[in-house]
Each structure stands twice: as structure tokens, then as C-alpha cells.
């Protein structure tokens, strides 16, 4: 199993600019979040989702959108990219409500 | 409100020596705690977890211990290797209808001196 994947690696955008973080994940897990990451700091949750179709704000969704239409996916759309969104996006997925959340390798991301 | 801290931002050991990362929460009605390991450029990776219903648990080198009169968390790392320098985040987890919402402290950097 490849686990939980994310694409791009890193990307630089500028103000105003839209894009796609992906995240991808094997395990057949129902449960996926979107969490940031600021320099320093521990991760916030921006989206998370329970199954495919259905959706839910985390602390900190302002700027962000996200989909399910399967269980394997699960992308995040910023979409006009503002400075103070620059940071690690990691996305995360389990098997059930309460248990270990397994991490993808995150993305960098740089608004300038 | 929910509010999850660390005492320590940076701990330096010895190699060898055993490591208490230490955290504090302020939300006794959460149902469980996580404590993950983030290396340099790297995803947090599960280290251990506890249920709001137990003191201590044991793991592989690691043990956690929850207080809740005091509302104290702590991570001891045995032995402790260069291979666990790292940031070190304790996550309280609250179970929700909708699903499980994870609240991360600021992290502690463990450093291993050799």
C-alpha cells in the first residue's frame, strides 16, 4: 500500500491564483482531513470528510474548499490564493471516528 | 475553549538518557489523547495513543501517562536514540457525531546529544 499520497510536493503561487492540492489514499479508509501547518506551530483542521459526499468544516476552512466524490480522493481548492496561506498542508486519513490518523507527506506551499 | 499546549519547546538528552515530553489540556471532556512524531520534512506519524479512561500505557520504548485531576499528559521516551529527534505533538482527540476532531499543541523539539 502506498498509503496516503499528496501532489504537488511543493508549488510557489501568486496573489489571486487558484489551485489543487490532491490527496489520495489506498486504505479504504472513510474518514480524511486537511490539516495546515504554520512554521513553528502544530496542525489545524481545515476540511475533513466521513465518506464520500459528505463533508465538514474544521477550525479553520475560510479560503478553502474541498470534494469527496470517491473514497480514495479527497482535494483541496484554495481558490485565489492570498499570502497569509502559506504554509504545510498535510492530509490525513483513518479508518474509523476515533483511532490513528495516518499522514500524507504534505504540501508546501508559498504565496507571494 | 479547547486549548492544548506544551510546556517545553525544545529538550535536550543525552543519548541513552530517558526523555519526558511533557503537555497540558484544558478540555477534560475529550476522549482521548494522541501523541505523534514529526521528523524534518515528514508527516506527524502515530506514536501511542490513551482513552480518557485509563492512567498509563506502554508501548514499544514509550510510555504515556494521563492525569486528569491536573489535566497533564506525558510522553517518556526510554533509552533514548538519535533516531528520536523530532517535534513531538500531543493531540487531544474529541469523538464527534460527524467524526473525530484532533487538536494539536505547538510541538517540543527533542534533540539527542551524542
Known amino acids: 500500500n502506498a498509503g496516503v499520497t499528496q501532489t504537488p510536493k511543493f508549488r510557489i503561487l501568486k496573489i489571486g491564483q487558484s489551485m489543487t492540492l490532491q490527496c489520495a489514499q489506498d486504505?479504504?479508509?472513510?474518514?480524511m482531513y486537511w490539516y495546515r501547518q504554520d512554521p513553528g506551530m502544530g496542525l489545524k483542521l481545515i476540511y475533513y470528510s466521513v465518506g464520500a459526499g459528505i463533508t465538514d468544516k474544521g477550525e479553520v476552512p475560510n479560503g478553502y474548499n474541498v470534494s469527496r466524490s470517491t473514497t480514495e480522493d479527497f482535494p483541496l481548492r484554495l481558490e485565489l490564493a492570498a499570502p497569509s496561506q502559506t504554509s504545510v498542508y498535510f492530509c490525513a486519513s483513518s479508518f474509523s471516528h476515533v483511532g490513528e490518523q495516518f499522514f500524507g507527506p504534505g504540501t508546501r506551499l508559498t504565496v507571494l | 475553549g479547547e486549548n492544548v499546549g506544551l510546556h517545553l519547546p525544545t529538550l535536550s538528552v543525552q543519548e541513552g538518557d530517558n526523555s519526558i515530553i511533557n503537555c497540558a489540556y484544558s478540555n477534560s471532556a475529550s476522549d482521548y489523547f494522541i501523541w505523534y512524531k514529526q521528523e524534518s520534512g515528514k508527516g506527524p506519524q502515530f506514536i501511542i495513543d490513551i482513552r480518557s479512561n485509563m492512567d498509563k500505557r506502554q508501548g514499544q520504548r514509550v510510555t504515556v501517562l494521563l492525569n486528569k485531576t491536573v489535566k497533564h499528559l506525558s510522553l517518556q521516551i526510554a533509552a533514548t536514540q538519535p533516531g528520536d529527534s523530532a517535534v513531538y505533538f500531543c493531540?487531544?482527540?474529541?469523538?464527534?457525531?460527524?467524526?473525530?476532531?484532533?487538536?494539536f499543541g505547538t510541538g517540543t523539539q527533542l534533540k539527542v546529544e551524542l
Open positions: 486504505m479504504n479508509h472513510n474518514y
Open positions: 493531540a487531544e482527540l474529541k469523538a464527534t457525531g460527524g467524526g473525530n476532531k484532533l487538536t
